[in-house]
């Protein structure tokens, strides 16, 4: 991973991500596939090695609904539980997938 000042937000955000896709694949609606997803970006991440690319897409795809979603969204007028993210978060998640040269 490259050194930028956002390297470590990224890295925390990328970790929640992880652990969010963890619980979701575990809980009554996850399948086998979304167990079996989970636990390859989890080991990817943890390896140091390469996200594929359906992982970086979800990845995306969080950091974007997680800011535009009213429920967790950075919305002030959000009943949100402090699970939302900024704008600001969401683009260090995507600065981090840009310097990592992933293709979204």
């Known amino acids: 991973m490259s050194e930028t000042p ?4 990224a890295a925390r955000l990328i970790a ?5 896709s963890q619980e979701r694949a575990a809980g ?4 086998a596939q979304d167990r079996g997803a989970a636990a390859l970006a989890r080991r990817a991440w943890e390896d140091g090695g390469r996200f594929t690319p359906e992982a970086v ?5 969080w950091a974007d609904a997680r800011v535009e979603d009213p429920a967790t969204g950075a919305n002030p ?3 949100g539980d402090g699970g939302r993210l900024t704008v600001a978060d969401k683009e260090a998640v995507h600065r981090w997938i840009e310097e990592q040269e992933y293709r979204l």
């Open 77 to 79: 007028d959000s009943p």
């Open 28 to 31: 009554p609606e996850g399948t």
């Open 16 to 20: 929640r991500w992880l652990d969010e």
């Open 6 to 9: 956002g390297t470590d937000l």
């Open 57 to 61: 897409r979800e990845l995306a795809d």
